[in-house]
């Protein structure tokens, strides 16, 4: 469970001007920080700006975006977009589900490391099929370069 | 910081300065910095170039606040240059030459041979089937194309508003604050013909003109729609990091001919370089007073915010954008009234694309007329495509409307990738449709691919060669829908989760024919009656493919067979070699352009079903006629 900073909290509230019209680019901001949306930082959203709990939450589970879960180190966001399709995305997203023990309904490791994510289209698709892990772009993925990724990965955090 | 310039004369002014470093001989070296690129390492490789230059003892500018000396090199960051394939690329200027997969590596050649020197660096050049082209304009992708939208896309540093100015930049905002009245720039708009690029093609002129009629509006919106669902579409993602200004021009000028004041961008998630490129450019055209309050002195107002989107699909959609922006779950709204007069926060609302706002400027520049020379009566202008899939060339295009799929495919695109059989364009993203072979010809414009059941969308152009199997294309598209649909109305919801489960069953070869008429009764019964067109167009990949291409789902029901050996579960078309007639002539071996095939001169020739492509050439060329196709099972097939 991570610490929520409350004061950041209220900076990024200043930022939107306590306005609850700006309550997705204010989770937005919360999520850039912690990487999802802790329990704790939506409550006291909640409280600052006068929305209901129920609101935020309706908010938050309809955008595919937000995560209310923590995240791996490492997220792993496979391509899944009509031009990495027809290129075999599938099989790649296989490969990488195979390499981490993950699958569509268990999307996280329970080791904190590894977070797959699917998405369509990151808008390189000239170099597909096309795999990002945090914000670095793989292009052009094979299965094999897909497992050979995840090894070095678990390699530097010392894994095998 | 930059100087605010209080009036027209100042804008000139500024201008033709930057007119002239623009046109100046300076050698420029110009980095592409698009979405592609950047994946292939470009930022590294403009900051490694930057430092070089300067190591090597030359003056480099990089950004062009003040005049450069003579000498001096200008480092330029640029947007998608189109060929994303080729990146990282990098243009150098005057020469216009062109060079493909750039590395860090190269650059002291380049800066020892072409800056010092004027020397070409051949190595780097892009080749054509062994022909060399130095210059973009050689290249067979570009000049089969018509670039007007992203003319300065590549071309400029898109993170200068400098540069934008000195290639003519924001000359049609002030042509149209100062010299023409709102009806005018209407009217010009209308004449031009232009209709909207996301998708519906609804006549751009004629919804500025309705939302104009509301003269007593306290506010009114322009809103820019750069939320590019389409799973593989990406024009409008290199528009906005590659040309921000144009699209925060075309918005001005929206704004002056519908009386508003007040704009929003909504931009996709997954695009942060949109959204950094953007919000610069907003930043350097408010500080020049080109935004903001009074206009270059002119008494107008105009403020452009940016909304960056959370990952849904529908979100697209007008009201529910609407709903979105206003910080609510964003589901489409039932359409009571219309968004030209009940809009965002119940105010007249002009929403348009990214592509259509960055085609207003030229128009105000050059007149309808002169937009109107490209394109086709009902569909005038060009349109931007992305092109991807199965072609040799794969990018970001922009070609005259009323171009035909075959030159697209084959002329720009240079044919189908490792000598694989065409079989297929999917256009228009989930709520389009296919294209096969008897359609290669058919003129691509808005009416002509509504007559095939196909829509231009926002342009989206994916290519599939024979080994894409299109039950399983079909089945992508409607997976991608329904995990989409926002579920407010029953018919999508139901009917997307019924589909994608008949579907996924006739790829697991569980399928009936009956399946295949309810798929058809469930599309006509969403078409009529889901609440937005997400739901209403979701089925027409599935009534498409199923025209277009129903033995496909026919032989997946009946024989089992999945002839492009894509649903693992169900048998495919394997080559095989029958030992008992193959005289051993080598011929096939040496062939087969993947080596697929090994042998002994005088023995029986083997095919590895792992490596082959299916390309058919060794059958072609037995002089035994000893190679044959059989239904086999992928991984076991032994021979
Ligand atoms: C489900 C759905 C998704 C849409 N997605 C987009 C989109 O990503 N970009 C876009 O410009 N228009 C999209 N549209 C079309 C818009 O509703 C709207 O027609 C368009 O933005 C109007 O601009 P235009 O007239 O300039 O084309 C979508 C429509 C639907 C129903
Ligand atoms: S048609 Fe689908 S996406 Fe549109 S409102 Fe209905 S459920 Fe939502
Ligand atoms: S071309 Fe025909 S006969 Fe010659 S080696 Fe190949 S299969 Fe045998
Ligand atoms: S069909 Fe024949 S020539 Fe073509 S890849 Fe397969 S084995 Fe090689
Ligand atoms: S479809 Fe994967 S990057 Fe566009
Ligand atoms: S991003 Fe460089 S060519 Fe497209």
Redesign the interface.
């Given at each position: 469970m991570v610490k929520v900073d409350f004061k950041l909290i209220d900076k990024i509230l200043e930022r939107y001007d306590y306005d609850?019209?700006?309550?997705?680019?204010i989770?937005?901001a919360i999520q850039e920080e912690y990487r999802y949306l802790p329990q704790a930082a939506l409550e006291y959203v909640a409280e600052k700006i006068g929305v209901s709990m129920a609101k935020i939450f309706?908010?938050a589970t309809?955008?595919?975006?937000?995560s209310m879960d923590a995240k791996g180190k490492y997220v792993i966001k496979v391509c899944?977009?009509?031009?990495?399709?027809?290129?075999k995305s599938a099989n790649v997203l296989e490969a990488v589900y195979e390499a981490t023990g993950l699958s569509e309904g268990k999307p996280s490791t329970e080791d904190g490391l590894f977070t797959v994510e699917i998405?369509?289209?990151?808008?390189?698709?000239?170099?597909?099929p096309?795999v990002v892990v945090n914000d670095e772009?793989h292009?052009k993925m094979t299965p094999e370069k897909a497992q050979a990724l995840i090894s070095e990965l678990k390699a530097k955090e010392g894994m095998r | 910081m930059r100087t605010k310039l209080n009036n027209r004369a100042e804008f000139q002014a500024v201008q033709a300065k930057y007119e002239a470093i623009h046109n100046s001989a300076n050698r420029k070296i110009l980095v592409c910095c698009g979405?592609?690129c950047?994946?292939?390492g470009s930022l590294k490789l403009y900051e490694e170039m930057k430092t070089a230059v300067k190591a090597s003892g030359l003056k480099c500018v990089v950004e062009l606040m003040e005049e450069p000396e003579k000498d001096a090199v200008n480092v330029k960051k640029t947007g998608c240059i189109g060929?994303?394939?080729m990146?990282p690329l990098v243009k150098i200027e005057p020469e216009g030459w062109l060079y493909t997969k750039v590395q860090i590596s190269d650059i002291p050649e380049i800066i020892e041979s072409t800056i010092m020197k004027g020397e070409f660096v051949s190595r780097l050049a892009y080749r054509n089937s062994g022909i060399l082209a130095k210059k973009q304009s050689e290249i067979p992708f570009y000049n089969k194309q018509t670039r007007r939208m992203l003319n300065y896309c590549g071309n400029i540093d898109c993170e200068s508003i400098e540069d934008y100015i000195g290639i003519g930049g924001y000359s049609a905002a002030v042509k149209a604050i100062f010299d023409m009245t709102p009806e005018q720039v209407v009217e010009e708009v209308i004449e031009s013909g232009i209709r909207g690029r996301g998708g519906a093609g609804y006549p751009t002129g004629k919804k500025w003109s309705q939302v104009a009629a509301n003269k007593n509006a306290d506010v009114k919106y322009i809103v820019c729609n750069g939320d590019e669902g389409?799973?593989?579409?990406?024009m409008d993602?290199?528009t906005m990091e590659g040309t921000p200004h144009k699209v925060l021009e075309g918005m001005i000028i929206a704004g002056i001919a519908c009386e508003a004041e007040e704009a929003y961008i909504y931009v996709r998630?997954?695009?942060p370089?949109s959204v950094s490129r953007l919000s610069m450019a907003i930043e350097q055209a408010t500080e020049m007073g080109l935004l903001g309050d009074n206009i270059l002195g002119s008494g107008k107002n105009f403020h452009i915010h940016i909304?960056?989107?959370?990952?849904?699909?529908v979100c697209g959609e007008g009201s529910a954008m609407t709903n979105?922006i206003?910080?609510?779950?964003?589901?489409p709204r039932a359409k009571l009234y219309h968004q030209v007069d009940v809009g965002l926060y119940g105010k007249p609302t002009c929403l348009n694309n990214v592509e259509t706002f960055a085609n207003i400027p030229d128009i105000i520049n050059h007149g309808a007329a002169w937009f109107k020379s490209v394109g086709t009566e009902g569909s005038t202008g060009t349109k931007a495509f992305?092109l991807?899939?199965?072609v040799n060339n794969?990018?970001i295009i922009e070609v005259p409307m009323g171009i035909t799929l075959r030159e697209v495919v084959v002329g720009i695109g240079g044919g189908i990738k490792n000598y694989q059989d065409f079989k297929a364009v999917?256009i228009g993203?989930p709520s389009g449709g296919c294209l096969t072979y008897e359609h290669l010809d058919l003129p691509l414009d808005f009416d002509s691919l509504k007559s095939v059941g196909a829509i231009i969308g926002s342009g989206?152009l994916?290519?599939?060669d024979e080994n894409?199997c299109m039950v399983d294309?079909a089945r992508?598209?409607m997976n991608?829908i329904c995990k989409e649909s926002?579920g407010k109305c029953t018919p999508c919801r139901e009917g997307t989760t019924r589909m994608k489960q008949i579907l996924e069953d006739i790829c697991n070869g569980e399928g009936t024919m009956e399946d295949l008429d309810e798929l058809e009764e469930i599309a006509r019964m969403m078409e009529k009656s889901s609440l937005c067109g997400l739901g209403k167009t979701a089925a027409n990949p599935v009534l498409s493919t199923l025209a277009n291409f129903r033995n496909e789902y026919e032989e997946h029901i009946s024989e089992k067979l999945c002839r492009a050996g894509v649903c693992q579960k169900l048998s495919q078309k394997v080559y095989a070699i029958n030992a008992a007639t193959c005289i051993g002539c080598t011929k096939c071996a040496r062939n087969c352009p993947v080596e697929a095939i090994t042998g002994q001169i005088k023995t029986p020739h083997v095919i590895d079903a792992s490596k082959c492509i299916k390309c058919g050439t060794c059958m072609e060329g037995c002089p035994a006629g000893a190679i044959y196709i059989e239904n086999g099972r992928k991984g076991n097939v032994k021979y």
């Amino acid at each position: 469970m991570v610490k929520v900073d409350f004061k950041l909290i209220d900076k990024i509230l200043e930022r939107y001007d306590y306005d609850k019209g700006n309550i997705i680019a204010i989770m937005q901001a919360i999520q850039e920080e912690y990487r999802y949306l802790p329990q704790a930082a939506l409550e006291y959203v909640a409280e600052k700006i006068g929305v209901s709990m129920a609101k935020i939450f309706g908010v938050a589970t309809f955008y595919e975006n937000f995560s209310m879960d923590a995240k791996g180190k490492y997220v792993i966001k496979v391509c899944r977009g009509t031009a990495c399709h027809v290129r075999k995305s599938a099989n790649v997203l296989e490969a990488v589900y195979e390499a981490t023990g993950l699958s569509e309904g268990k999307p996280s490791t329970e080791d904190g490391l590894f977070t797959v994510e699917i998405v369509s289209c990151l808008g390189a698709c000239g170099l597909a099929p096309v795999v990002v892990v945090n914000d670095e772009v793989h292009s052009k993925m094979t299965p094999e370069k897909a497992q050979a990724l995840i090894s070095e990965l678990k390699a530097k955090e010392g894994m095998r | 910081m930059r100087t605010k310039l209080n009036n027209r004369a100042e804008f000139q002014a500024v201008q033709a300065k930057y007119e002239a470093i623009h046109n100046s001989a300076n050698r420029k070296i110009l980095v592409c910095c698009g979405n592609g690129c950047v994946s292939s390492g470009s930022l590294k490789l403009y900051e490694e170039m930057k430092t070089a230059v300067k190591a090597s003892g030359l003056k480099c500018v990089v950004e062009l606040m003040e005049e450069p000396e003579k000498d001096a090199v200008n480092v330029k960051k640029t947007g998608c240059i189109g060929f994303c394939e080729m990146g990282p690329l990098v243009k150098i200027e005057p020469e216009g030459w062109l060079y493909t997969k750039v590395q860090i590596s190269d650059i002291p050649e380049i800066i020892e041979s072409t800056i010092m020197k004027g020397e070409f660096v051949s190595r780097l050049a892009y080749r054509n089937s062994g022909i060399l082209a130095k210059k973009q304009s050689e290249i067979p992708f570009y000049n089969k194309q018509t670039r007007r939208m992203l003319n300065y896309c590549g071309n400029i540093d898109c993170e200068s508003i400098e540069d934008y100015i000195g290639i003519g930049g924001y000359s049609a905002a002030v042509k149209a604050i100062f010299d023409m009245t709102p009806e005018q720039v209407v009217e010009e708009v209308i004449e031009s013909g232009i209709r909207g690029r996301g998708g519906a093609g609804y006549p751009t002129g004629k919804k500025w003109s309705q939302v104009a009629a509301n003269k007593n509006a306290d506010v009114k919106y322009i809103v820019c729609n750069g939320d590019e669902g389409d799973p593989g579409a990406f024009m409008d993602g290199s528009t906005m990091e590659g040309t921000p200004h144009k699209v925060l021009e075309g918005m001005i000028i929206a704004g002056i001919a519908c009386e508003a004041e007040e704009a929003y961008i909504y931009v996709r998630a997954e695009y942060p370089l949109s959204v950094s490129r953007l919000s610069m450019a907003i930043e350097q055209a408010t500080e020049m007073g080109l935004l903001g309050d009074n206009i270059l002195g002119s008494g107008k107002n105009f403020h452009i915010h940016i909304n960056q989107g959370a990952g849904a699909f529908v979100c697209g959609e007008g009201s529910a954008m609407t709903n979105s922006i206003e910080g609510n779950r964003g589901m489409p709204r039932a359409k009571l009234y219309h968004q030209v007069d009940v809009g965002l926060y119940g105010k007249p609302t002009c929403l348009n694309n990214v592509e259509t706002f960055a085609n207003i400027p030229d128009i105000i520049n050059h007149g309808a007329a002169w937009f109107k020379s490209v394109g086709t009566e009902g569909s005038t202008g060009t349109k931007a495509f992305a092109l991807t899939g199965n072609v040799n060339n794969t990018g970001i295009i922009e070609v005259p409307m009323g171009i035909t799929l075959r030159e697209v495919v084959v002329g720009i695109g240079g044919g189908i990738k490792n000598y694989q059989d065409f079989k297929a364009v999917q256009i228009g993203g989930p709520s389009g449709g296919c294209l096969t072979y008897e359609h290669l010809d058919l003129p691509l414009d808005f009416d002509s691919l509504k007559s095939v059941g196909a829509i231009i969308g926002s342009g989206g152009l994916v290519v599939m060669d024979e080994n894409t199997c299109m039950v399983d294309t079909a089945r992508f598209f409607m997976n991608f829908i329904c995990k989409e649909s926002c579920g407010k109305c029953t018919p999508c919801r139901e009917g997307t989760t019924r589909m994608k489960q008949i579907l996924e069953d006739i790829c697991n070869g569980e399928g009936t024919m009956e399946d295949l008429d309810e798929l058809e009764e469930i599309a006509r019964m969403m078409e009529k009656s889901s609440l937005c067109g997400l739901g209403k167009t979701a089925a027409n990949p599935v009534l498409s493919t199923l025209a277009n291409f129903r033995n496909e789902y026919e032989e997946h029901i009946s024989e089992k067979l999945c002839r492009a050996g894509v649903c693992q579960k169900l048998s495919q078309k394997v080559y095989a070699i029958n030992a008992a007639t193959c005289i051993g002539c080598t011929k096939c071996a040496r062939n087969c352009p993947v080596e697929a095939i090994t042998g002994q001169i005088k023995t029986p020739h083997v095919i590895d079903a792992s490596k082959c492509i299916k390309c058919g050439t060794c059958m072609e060329g037995c002089p035994a006629g000893a190679i044959y196709i059989e239904n086999g099972r992928k991984g076991n097939v032994k021979y």
